[in-house]
């Protein structure tokens, strides 16, 4: 599969992942017999300092091997989310079965009831692909002088995951982060609402506490007051967020 892509010893080639350790490239290296290949992370961990000497250079956006307790980027405390959000909208990919045709076809861990995630996790691909396209149409000329460090390029992100609104953490409602690595096979990014409001502990579980707890918001609320505190709290998040995005535009740019 992977001299179908021309990952060969001869060739230039790297990966591209969220990270953290770069095990995943050093695997590569190893059976592809490219020890050159490369990999480009958002982040690196220190776990990565054992795998570097058996493949190529690893390059971290927000971070090169950096201790996860003390850096400040927020994916060292939400990664799960982060995840959600970076990865694929597909299912986790086990292993290929060859056909008797000899023919591969990928086999991927179906998961119940992950329709929400994979739509939701789409069409914010999507989004950035046309953010891309727009700053390429518009930029392009100025783009390779345009230093944008990860500080300043994930602030408006940083912010909408710890200052969401019922109305952001809603988009994640019922969505569900499947780790079958860690043995808790099924949590949720922000639990169901019917869930949430049997049992506020749920939010314990969760994937996205900030966004559980912005949600359980509708039913801490006193009846009379529910729906009016609602839209209010609304109302001020969207608008103050258009201005600080718009601010935030203008200072990049200008």
Not at 132 to 145: E, I, R, V
Not at 180 to 207: C, H, M, T, W
Request: charged content about 25%; glycine content about 8%; hydrophobic content about 40%.
């Amino acid at each position: 599969y992977y001299a179908d892509l021309g990952i060969i010893s001869d060739k230039q080639c790297a990966v591209v992942d969220i990270g953290y350790s770069g095990s995943l490239q050093a695997g590569i290296s190893e059976i592809t017999g490219c020890p050159q290949l490369q990999g480009y992370y958002y982040i690196t961990f220190n776990t990565a300092k054992e795998w570097e000497f058996y493949t190529g250079k690893m390059h971290g956006y927000a971070g090169e091997f950096v201790n996860p307790k003390n850096h400040a980027d927020l994916i060292c405390k939400n990664g799960f989310l982060y995840e959600t959000l970076f990865n694929a909208a597909e299912y986790s990919f086990w292993c290929f079965n060859r056909l008797e045709n000899g023919e591969k076809e990928p086999v991927f861990d179906v998961v119940d009831n992950d329709a929400a995630r994979r739509v939701l996790v789409k069409r914010i691909h999507q989004g950035a692909v046309v953010l891309a396209k727009d700053l390429k149409q518009n930029f392009g000329h100025t783009l390779q002088s345009l230093l944008m460090p990860s500080t300043t390029a994930s602030r408006i992100l940083e912010d909408f995951i710890k200052h969401p609104s019922e109305l952001d953490s809603a988009m994640f409602e019922g969505c569900i982060f499947d780790d079958g690595f860690s043995g808790e096979k099924l949590r949720y990014i922000v639990p169901p609402r019917a869930e949430i409001k049997r049992d506020l502990n749920s939010i314990k579980a969760a994937i996205w506490k900030e966004g559980s707890k912005a949600l359980s918001q509708l039913y801490l609320d006193s009846p009379k007051a529910k729906s009016g505190n609602v839209f209010r709290k609304l109302n001020r998040k969207l608008f103050g967020n258009q201005h600080r995005i718009e601010a935030t535009a203008i200072a990049l740019f200008l």
